[in-house]
């Protein structure tokens, strides 16, 4: 059970285009779902904080009309970077919590921007 | 604010060995602590969670524990194999909402 599932696995996009991913909770409904960036050899950094039928809640340093979150239902959280630079570059992952304290999370996406 | 430390330098052990990984933290003692298990290009996998009023949590060959003193928590994995061969996480709560605040992680290889 807990699986959490994200699409596309990898992109590569154009400088300037936007580029939309999607996370789902697959068996289970999601009270809350994160977003993270990761670097490499970085750790995980929280992007934001997103609950069902209500507007993200960013951390300090992340812009939110260049990274927007949607979280339509209890189970689809959805994250576009717009107007994507190479430094937008980074594996994003999203990750979903049943109300208890643990997190689980997709597979990742890795993002290539040109 | 509140900071997670792990050791970036990996860890090389042998095949059968027990495996310790120290997680460190700053300010105040969190409410719980977790550890995940994340492999190359995938997302981290929840392994177990301590509480602040636990010394000790079990499951399996993997044993966590959490001294308030020393500000710490260590991760074993006794009977080690290479298929334990990860990056293992530590994670606090960061704030309200479940949010969490991930260390850097260490890097575990197990050898023949």
């Known amino acids: 059970g807990a699986v959490v599932s994200q699409h596309p696995s990898w992109v590569i996009c154009k400088s300037g285009t936007s580029v939309k991913i999607e996370c789902r909770s697959l068996?289970?409904?999601?009270?809350?779902m994160f977003w993270y960036r990761q670097f490499p050899k970085q750790s995980l950094m929280l992007m934001a904080t997103s609950n069902e039928g209500s507007k993200a809640t960013y951390e300090q340093g992340v812009e939110k009309d260049k990274f927007l979150i949607n979280h339509a239902s209890l189970t689809l959280s959805t994250l576009t970077v717009t107007s994507a630079h190479p430094e937008d570059s980074s594996f994003y992952i999203c990750s979903a919590g049943t109300g208890e304290y643990e997190q689980y999370f997709g597979p990742g996406t890795r993002l290539t921007v040109t | 604010s509140q900071k997670i430390e792990q050791n970036s330098e990996a860890l090389n052990i042998q095949e059968g060995k027990t495996a310790t990984l120290t997680c460190n933290y700053t300010?105040?003692?969190?409410?719980?602590l977790q550890w995940y298990r994340q492999d190359p290009g995938r997302g981290p996998v929840f392994l177990l969670l301590i509480r602040e009023n636990e010394k000790e949590k079990r499951k399996e060959r993997l044993k966590v524990t959490f001294d308030t003193t020393l500000k710490q928590s260590l991760f074993h994995i006794t009977a080690s194999q290479p298929a334990d061969s990860a990056t293992y996480l530590c994670?606090?709560?960061?704030?309200?909402?479940?949010?969490?605040?991930f260390g850097t992680g260490t890097q575990l290889k197990v050898e023949l």
């Open positions: 068996d289970f409904q999601a009270t809350t």
């Open positions: 300010n105040y003692s969190p409410a719980y």
């Open positions: 994670a606090r709560g960061a704030g309200g909402g479940n949010k969490l605040t």
